[in-house]
Structures are given as structure tokens and as C-alpha cells.
């Protein structure tokens, strides 16, 4: 709780500086705002990667359904193959 409210005390300041105004000069002041995104998002991705989700009850898997399996059988004149319902029971 104490790194998520840092986090959001500093991306309050960051904002908070953005907010100011500039002088209006036709140079490339990117630099800041490069700084700014990296440090910002550096301290987000922090808070956010510290987290953890809440514990949550994990119940079994149900066991296997009725599945499809090929089958040979004899007609009397040659073998041939069909499909067959198999379910196969729980232990």
C-alpha cells in the first residue's frame, strides 16, 4: 500500500509539473518529456509489478468427459474403422 501510494504521489508531482506553462520557443525541448515518460513509468511499473493478486480458492479439475476414439471392427469381408463414445471412469 505504501508503494502504491508513493507511486501515485509521484506521477501526482510529475502532473502536477506538466501543468505549468511554457514559453512558447520553437526549439526541440524533448528531453524533459523523454526523462519525465521513463521516470514515471519506471515508478508505476514498479508499484504495479510489487502486487499481488488476492489469494483465491483453487478447485480440482472435474475429471475427463466422454471423448471420440476410433474403433476397427470386422463386417465379414474386410476390417473398417468407426467412431465410438468412450468415457472412461473416475477413479
Known sequence: MK???AAFVA???????SLTATPASAQRGLGAAVAGGIIGGAIVGGAIAASRPAPVYVEEAPPPGCVWRTQRYWDGYNWNFRRVPFCPQPY
Open 11 to 17: 506521477v501526482a508531482a510529475i502532473a502536477a509539473g
Open 3 to 5: 508503494k502504491t501510494f
